[in-house]
């Protein structure tokens, strides 16, 4: 059976998203203070510290980007957000570059919201904290993607996502 871009593409994220996530090798290896005992051999040392959902040196959310940060969903910021979204927001990867859905992530387009409501203030929170328990999908969401998105960038791609399921 020939494998599929998605499905090519899983081991990928899976493996970015958990290391957002805290999973895998920690960011940095703890050294001893000067004088302090060097550890030794066999000796569990303690696991770095996790905040959140994010990781620390991985992509932190900027601030509250609700609606209330974000300017109006006009066309030219979806026009903008569109740009992110297939470029380096990351969010074509998952949800695909027609936003119809992966089977990674879920079709935006349809007016089917299964995590958030769908509104923009919803869309820009769950863009700025991630999913980290998707309810229907096998991939989680980093904040932002996992990509570093200025404030701006996140209100462009919220725009973005929410005209598509929102036809005037």
């Not at 300017?71 to 910021?77: K, N, R, V």
């Not at 980093?142 to 998105?149: E, F, I, Q, S, V």
């Amino acid at each position: 059976m020939p494998r599929t871009r998605s499905a090519a593409l899983l081991p990928l994220v899976l493996v970015s998203a958990l290391a957002c996530l805290g999973a895998g090798a920690p960011a940095a290896t703890p050294t001893p203070a000067r004088g302090a005992a060097a550890a030794r051999p066999g000796h569990a040392q303690p696991a770095p510290a996790v905040t959140g959902f994010v990781r620390p040196g991985c992509p932190a959310p900027a601030g509250a980007a609700g609606t209330a940060a974000c300017p109006e969903p006009t066309a030219a910021l979806a026009a903008a957000g569109r740009k992110v979204f297939v470029g380096g927001g990351n969010c074509a990867t998952c949800h695909g570059a027609d936003a119809k859905g992966t089977p990674l992530a879920p079709n935006l387009v349809s007016h089917k919201w299964i995590n958030i409501d769908g509104s923009y203030e919803a869309i820009a929170g769950l863009v700025t904290t991630g999913v980290p328990h998707p309810k229907e999908h096998p991939a989680p969401m980093p904040a932002m993607g996992g990509a570093r998105l200025s404030p701006a960038q996140v209100c462009a791609v919220s725009a973005y996502v929410y005209r598509l399921s929102h036809k005037e």
